[in-house]
């Protein structure tokens, strides 16, 4: 069973705000984005290959990977802010192609019981314009094939 993503942004708000339920316990999906091997078998859509050269997951670190594919290569950075084990991360995110556009993300990891679990998150864009960019890129898209591909890693888990 696939699990639909739910991506909600309002017009004229700096604010994304997703949820996602997974058939997996709390802990498991918490691993999953807590653990560079585990993050570089599901972040980002199919057809990408990810490199992680930086992940210091723990309130106060930081991460670096780039995302490729046969068009070229894609860059990412930010800041774990707060890290809450099983419960929640606080991160910033950028794209090295659009500079000092920052944002700001929240996950919340939410125990459903009966081996299950949701991700609720929000994304703070520094501004209208960005927002709209993430969105007119694909980026639901991305998110879609890659919490499926995070399905299949819980699976297996």
């Keep these: 069973m696939t699990n639909a993503?739910?991506?909600?942004?309002?017009?004229?708000?700096?604010?994304?705000?997703?949820t996602r339920d997974f058939d997996a316990p709390v802990a498991a999906l918490y691993r999953a984005h807590a653990e560079p091997e585990r993050v570089k078998q599901w972040l980002g859509p199919r057809g990408l290959t990810m490199d992680i050269t930086e992940w210091n997951f723990k309130s106060h670190g930081g991460y670096r990977y780039r995302h490729s594919d046969e068009h070229g290569h894609y860059e990412f950075n930010g800041t774990f802010h707060t890290v809450r084990e099983n419960e929640f991360i606080l991160q910033t995110f950028e794209f090295d192609g659009a500079p000092d556009m920052v944002?700001?993300?929240?996950?919340?990891?939410?125990?459903?019981?009966?081996?299950?679990?949701?991700?609720r998150g929000r994304s703070i864009c520094p501004n209208v314009e960005a927002r709209d960019a993430l969105l007119s890129s694909g980026m639901e898209g991305g998110m879609t094939e890659g919490y499926e591909k995070l399905d299949d890693l819980l699976k297996n888990l």
Excluded: C, I, K, Q
């Design 103 to 119: 944002n700001l993300e929240y996950l919340w990891f939410e125990d459903l019981g009966d081996g299950r679990s949701r991700l």
């Design 5 to 18: 993503l739910n991506l909600n942004a309002p017009v004229d708000t700096l604010a994304m705000e997703y």
